[in-house]
Structure formats: structure tokens, C-alpha cells
């Protein structure tokens, strides 16, 4: 029986399927990969977890493509990154093999949740690693979970690829310099909640943090990385210590320099936003979302039209989503097939 569902107006939010995977690490070795239907699982009370943070996810998008296949893209890049997440809170991550064969192993039991190809949906993955050994002293786990869920999305914001404004959140800081900001830990989206959530109370959909050192250089947006397009047509992104290695924004630095342009990833000072003429925030979840204005303070700094995102942003965003519903060619074997 086909699934009523209105593919093409689905929100960015968790919608139950008909199933996930879990993995078990004990006793030195993971296990098996389950299929799990009971979306209520038990935990020990005591689990490192709850206690001392030791938790990490992933996000991830299996696409309908143009052909009738599915494929997920560039599942590789995410389990590297959980297993250097995994190893700065010292938690053992599966192996990339487990990891990509759980990702199949997800779509395939879950297939019929694939929004189909032309309706600008995606099957959402959530990746998701937890410590569940008791302990009341701090000390790291020596049992883990992996968790695999899955469920249909539509755009993270209502409006999809429209400009937003972005406030400079200095009352709180994302992350500090030789801290965790640059793994995907779960406290970091815990910490950065109330510093989000004061610039959407103030109209601004996304924030933006600046380096929690000096406050001098950007850092990268709340739940995004922060890439600009000079005036004369350059691709800069921040680097920093304190950042997310996004794997869009890797993506995107490649689609940018397949498209002539020079690719700069290097400290950027806020004073430089004045010399950019397109700002955008990238992320698995939106790709991209273009920036129409900055405020800090008593200042307003705007690019391009508030109303129709900017004409290097359009192409990049239409060329990366090109290469994930397979509409364009992937020169660099980023998808890949499931069914």
C-alpha cells in the first residue's frame, strides 16, 4: 500500500518509519546489525551518555534520482568524521564497512520512504553513536551504541532557497578555541540552543559566531558553515580550529573550483564581510541557505537582493543538487547507489 504522504510540502522534522538499525560495541568488538522496529529503547541509568556527554551523530541524505536508483552521498566523508568525532570524546565509532553497510542496510528496509525523484525531498539519515556503560566517576564508556534512523524530509527552512538575515550572536560563544567545536559532538548543538533561539525570539533565522578568543574572525553560522563569493568572484570559507569540517562545504569548494573559481580556506576577520558580494550558509540539511544581511550591533550589512538569492549561490546550489538527484554528471563518484 503506497504511503500517503504530500512529498513535495514535508517540514524538516522527525517522522517515525518502519524501521532503524543498531549496532552493539562490548566486550572489545561490535556485533551484528539489527533492524529494530520499537522506537523506545532501555539504557542504564548511569550511561556515560546522560552523564558525561559521551554521545556524536551524523547527518546524511539518500536522494530518488533521475535514472530510478537511490543513493546516498558520499556516506565515506560522514564515517570518517564520526570516527574522529569518536575518538575526541574517546568512543570507539564502527569502521567505515559497518557504517556503509548499515546506511544500505537502512534505505533498503526502508525504501518506500525514499520521497520520489522530482519532488525536491530526500530521505534524511541520522547516524547517531552513544556510550552505554554505567558510571558515576568520569570515565569513558566501554560499551557503545550505533543507531541508524531514517525519515522522509522536505527543505530545513519553510521558504527552501530564499535569502534569510543573520544576527552576530556575542552574548554566547559556539565553541572555544581547542575545544570540541570541531567534531560533531552532541553538547555543541546544546550549547549553541540558547544563542540560536535569541536570534529567531529577535526575527533572525540563523545566527552567527564569531572566534571566542577575540571575537575578531568568523567562526561559522549555528548549525552551518559560513562560506562568502568576493567581488571578484572567489570561494572563501574560514579556517579554524573551532569549526565543523563540513562535508558540503568540502563539496561545494570542488563544484566552486570545477567552476573556475579560486577556492580560499583561511582565517577570515568580520571587518572583511564588507568586501563580499554573496554570503551563504551550507549544511547537509538545506545545502545551502544564501545570507541577505549581517547585523552586529547597531550595523547592517546587506548582499545582493533580500528577496532572490545571489547569481553565484543559484548556480552552486542548482549544480550540487544537480549532482545529488543525478541530473548532472558526478565527475567525482560522490554517490553513491543503494537500490
Not at 541524505?61 to 566523508?77: H, L, T
Not at 530521505?123 to 569513558?140: A, K, N
Not at 551550507?282 to 545582493?304: H, L, W
Request: glycine share 8%; hydrophobic share 40%; with cysteine.
Amino acid at each position: 500500500m503506497a504511503l500517503q504522504i504530500d512529498w513535495k510540502n514535508l517540514g524538516f522534522k522527525y517522522m517515525q518509519t518502519d524501521s532503524y538499525v543498531r549496532i552493539d560495541y562490548t566486550k572489545g568488538k561490535w556485533g551484528q546489525i539489527q533492524v529494530c522496529t520499537d522506537i523506545m529503547m532501555q539504557l542504564h541509568v548511569a550511561a556515560t551518555c546522560l552523564h558525561y556527554g559521551q554521545a556524536c551523530f551524523e547527518g546524511m541524505k539518500a536522494f530518488s534520482q533521475a535514472d530510478g536508483s537511490v543513493a546516498v552521498f558520499r556516506p565515506d566523508e560522514n564515517a570518517y568524521r564520526m570516527n574522529a568525532t569518536a575518538q575526541r570524546l574517546m568512543m570507539v565509532a564502527p569502521p567505515a564497512d559497518l557504517f556503509n553497510e548499515a546506511v544500505r542496510q537502512v534505505v533498503k528496509e526502508n525504501r518506500e520512504w525514499v520521497p520520489p525523484y522530482g519532488t525536491g525531498a530526500s530521505l534524511y539519515l541520522r547516524p547517531l553513536l552513544i556510550g552505554s556503560s554505567p558510571h558515576v566517576g568520569i570515565h569513558p564508556s566501554e560499551d557503545f551504541i550505533f543507531l541508524l534512523l531514517c525519515m522522509p524530509v522536505g527543505p530545513y527552512y519553510k521558504d527552501g532557497f530564499f535569502p534569510v538575515r543573520a544576527l552576530v550572536q556575542e552574548r554566547y560563544d559556539r565553541a572555544a578555541p581547542h575545544g570540541v567545536g570541531n567534531v560533531k559532538a552532541a553538547g555543541n548543538y546544546a550549547s549553541a540552543m540558547q544563542g540560536d533561539f535569541t536570534g529567531k525570539d529577535e526575527g533572525f533565522p540563523i545566527s552567527l559566531y564569531l572566534d571566542s578568543a577575540s571575537h575578531k574572525y568568523v567562526d561559522e553560522f549555528g548549525t552551518s558553515n559560513f562560506f562568502a563569493i568576493t567581488k571578484d568572484n572567489r570561494y572563501v570559507t574560514p579556517a579554524s580550529t573551532s569549526i565543523l569540517p563540513s562535508i558540503t562545504n568540502k563539496s561545494l569548494q570542488v563544484v566552486a573550483a570545477d567552476m573556475g573559481m579560486i577556492v580560499e580556506c583561511r582565517p577570515v576577520l568580520f571587518d572583511e564581510i564588507t568586501t563580499f558580494a554573496e554570503i551563504g550558509a551550507c549544511g547537509t540539511a538545506a545545502v545551502i541557505t544564501p545570507v541577505y544581511s549581517i547585523t552586529r550591533g547597531d550595523k547592517v550589512y546587506t548582499f545582493g537582493n533580500e528577496s532572490q538569492a545571489g547569481e553565484v549561490l543559484t548556480k552552486l546550489f542548482k549544480t550540487f543538487q544537480g549532482i545529488q538527484y543525478g541530473e548532472m554528471e558526478d565527475r567525482h563518484n560522490w554517490c553513491h547507489k543503494i537500490l
